[in-house]
């Protein structure tokens, strides 16, 4: 298969565009903040300059039934954790150059259905605690994006994603669809596809935290990289991906060091595909699945995720 063929196949990915929170993190009150597991074949990769845009929808589960201590043995808590979203994303690509490459900007909604149960031991008795929340979640915007294609076989972008505390949130809640503070990201993302096919691809990114006001809480910086590799067979992309998350930085409450730092980590890995069919009315359709292990400081699940877009 030819680079410029792997190329058309690959235009509509849109590196930002389908963005929604599904994992659980070990951050303040174990919820999502970020977006985990996004990122899969084409992740370097943007659509073309287009009239008008590239559209996308992403639908995701993730659900947990296990939670980690800081040296990844299980908790005393008993947890049962399902969070399921939907959102809808806006990515531009213009023709104007910026870095010696071409500028974009993007947009993403989601809207979540999220619960959680928590069993905590007592002298007692165990204490269940429940809690739900569906309602949209933070917005997420991409203010710069510079995509570059220096070679054939080769593409690459960075962008700024900056993470905005529009999503809602009650501090009663034991789980909330939004964060109640922002988040900047720095992300860089890279595709390399040889003249046989076969596909390397990751994002990487670092998410810096604002304090949560209403509980003086400041989650701690974290690492996520999101990658797949996999070989081109026609339509069909077939191979495996997964995530690997980090927590650089310890978590802060009212200025000092919560507990130990409470940080956290996790590698999730798992068959993943895509499929577009040059030519046809079909949008580019990414799938996969996700087993996590190897966790601290957060849940253990397994995640599901498709995704597609469209360019206009």
């Known amino acids: ?19 929604l929170a599904c994992a659980a993190h070990a951050v ?38 296990r939670l980690k201590d800081t040296n990844g043995n299980a908790s005393p808590v008993g947890i049962k954790i399902r969070a399921s979203s939907v959102g809808a994303a806006v990515v531009k690509i213009t023709d104007t ?40 979640g933070d917005v997420q915007v991409a203010p710069v994006i510079v995509k570059w294609t220096p070679s054939p076989g080769v593409f690459m972008n960075a962008r700024v994603e900056l993470q905005l ?20 990201s720095p992300t860089f993302a890279f595709t390399y596809i040889t003249p046989g096919g076969f596909e390397v691809s990751s994002n990487i990114q ?7 006001k209403d509980t ?6 974290e690492y996520q990289h999101d990658f797949a590799v996999g070989q081109h067979a026609g339509a069909w992309t077939f191979g495996v991906g997964g995530y690997l998350y980090k927590q650089l930085t310890d978590d802060k409450a009212n200025g000092a060091r919560f507990q130990d730092g409470n940080r956290s980590r996790v590698v999730a890995l798992g068959p993943t595909v895509s499929f ?13 699945v996700y087993k996590e292990f190897g966790a601290r400081n957060r849940t253990q699940g397994t995640q599901f995720a498709v995704r597609a877009a469209w360019t206009f």
């Open 206 to 212: 670092v998410n810096v935290h604002g304090k949560n």
């Open 28 to 65: 303040e009150n174990g919820a999502p903040i970020t977006p985990i597991g996004v990122f899969e074949f084409g992740a370097g990769m943007l659509p073309p300059p287009s009239d008008v845009a590239t559209v996308g929808v992403r639908a995701a589960q993730y659900s947990a039934t």
């Open 97 to 136: 150059p910026l870095l010696g490459g071409t500028y974009g900007f993007s947009a993403v909604v989601p809207y979540l259905d999220m619960q959680n149960r928590l069993t905590v031991p007592t002298p007692v008795g165990p204490l269940d605690l429940r809690g739900e929340n569906r309602a949209i």
């Open 165 to 184: 505390p529009t999503g809602s949130y009650d501090r009663t809640r034991i789980i909330n669809a939004g964060t109640n503070h922002w988040t900047a």
């Open 216 to 221: 003086q809480y400041r989650s701690g910086m």
């Open 276 to 288: 577009f069919e040059l030519g046809s009315d079909w949008p580019l359709v990414w799938a996969h």
């Open 1 to 19: 298969m030819h680079i410029a063929s792997l190329t058309l196949r690959k235009y509509l990915v849109s590196a930002s565009a389908l963005s």
